[in-house]
């Protein structure tokens, strides 16, 4: 059974971090791509970064490149996201889920049919 279990969130002010963690089961971690989503209040939930373990090629999206950094640690098989420069904006709910290696696959966010409980990230201003 393929499980997902984020933890590391909480309440920190804005310029602040937090590091994220997605515990991930029920697949072999390093064949697939291991994304990190966000569904924030009255938004869609969107992909957020994907890192590739195999080669560990990184993507992010726009409104967090240079601040968020994804890396794995295949053997406790969890996958984490440094969030540095937190912005009330990045306030959401973080969830983790996968894909295969091709990024021509990934997304839109409903095809994912398993989710984890998330983890709630709030930023104060």
């Known amino acids: 059974e393929v499980q997902f279990v984020e933890s590391g969130g909480g309440l920190v002010q804005a310029g602040g971090s937090l590091r994220l963690s997605c515990a991930a089961s029920g697949f072999t971690l390093d064949a697939y791509a291991i994304g990190w989503f966000r569904h924030a209040r009255g938004k869609a939930r969107e992909a957020v970064s994907w890192?590739?373990?195999?080669?560990?090629?990184?993507y992010y999206s726009d409104s967090v490149k240079g601040r968020f950094t994804i890396s794995s640690d295949n053997a406790k098989r969890t996958v984490y996201l440094q969030m540095n420069s937190l912005k009330p904006e990045d306030t959401a709910v973080y969830y983790c889920?996968?894909?295969?290696?091709?990024?021509?696959?990934?997304?839109?966010?409903?095809?994912?049919?398993?989710w984890g409980q998330g983890t709630q990230v709030t930023v104060s201003s």
């Open positions: 890192l590739l373990s195999r080669d560990n090629n990184t």
């Open positions: 889920n996968a894909d295969t290696m091709d990024p021509r696959d990934w997304g839109p966010v409903s095809k994912y049919e398993y």
